[in-house]
């Protein structure tokens, strides 16, 4: 078990530029989630996958953010014309299909996302 | 919709002391999970222990131990015998039954000092 993996650790970038974060989850893992933290806040839901097929989409997931899991393994989160408010930690994180109600979300140590 | 409520932005512990974090939630389904997460400075959120709505008994894992009242939606999280190292963010969470999603508090900064 080597974790949730996310690449990159820090991503700096400037205004209207495009970005993707990248998320390994636990191997054996089916669902995939994206969740946006921003300071002195918990983190909010963006969107979650199971296998390949997104299943739920946050409200505040615009039209400017896209997720994908192409083959069910790793997800890119990808950023479109960026603002200085998307500035924030973009954290995964993964699970097994439900084996019950307390099934836990792992997290991954998140892509801290700058935007000057 | 469902809330998590956490009124405590900070609190502070001397060393081998013991702590109470508040957590509120609030909820029409009579079915959902409760999970307390840990947030170091490093970022990653590590699981610490579940309460399911209708688990008889109050969780425990470890130093943790979880004070569930029911009637008052309350989920207030213990640990005793602060360590140093449980210096960090800690988050109260539900999960949705249906979307299996998870909802987070706004979180309480805890200092242990020596």
């Known amino acids: 078990d080597t974790g949730v993996s996310q690449n990159p650790r820090h991503k700096i970038t400037k205004r209207g530029q495009n970005v993707t974060f990248r998320c390994d989850p636990i191997?054996?893992?089916?669902?995939l989630y994206w969740y946006r933290q921003t300071l002195g806040q918990g983190p909010e839901f963006l969107t979650y996958?199971?296998?390949?097929?997104?299943?739920?989409k946050s409200r505040l997931l615009s039209d400017r953010f896209s997720a994908e899991r192409p083959k069910g393994s790793f997800s890119t989160l990808e950023i479109q014309r960026t603002e200085q408010g998307d500035s924030a930690m973009y954290l995964c994180?993964?699970?097994?299909?439900?084996?019950?109600?307390?099934?836990?979300?792992?997290f991954g140590s998140g892509t801290q996302l700058s935007v000057l | 919709a469902q809330k998590i409520t956490q009124t405590q932005p900070g609190m502070f512990v001397q060393e081998k002391e013991a702590v109470t974090l508040d957590c509120t939630y609030d909820?029409?389904?009579?079915?959902?999970?409760l999970f307390w997460y840990k947030q170091p400075s490093s970022g990653e959120m590590i699981f610490l222990i579940y309460?399911?709505?209708?688990?008889?008994q109050n969780a425990t894992e470890g130093r943790y131990s979880l004070n569930f009242q029911k009637a008052r939606k309350s989920a207030n999280l213990v640990i005793s015998a602060s360590q140093l190292g449980d210096s960090a963010m800690y988050f109260c969470?539900?999960?949705?039954?249906?979307?299996?999603?998870?909802?987070f508090g706004t979180g309480t900064r805890l200092q242990v000092f020596p």
């Open positions: 909820t029409s389904d009579p079915s959902y999970g």
């Open positions: 191997s054996e893992h089916n669902r």
């Open positions: 969470a539900m999960r949705e039954p249906n979307t299996d999603k998870l909802i």
């Open positions: 996958f199971q296998n390949e097929a997104q299943l739920e």
């Open positions: 994180a993964s699970s097994r299909d439900r084996q019950g109600p307390n099934e836990k979300l792992f």
């Open positions: 309460q399911g709505s209708y688990d008889q």
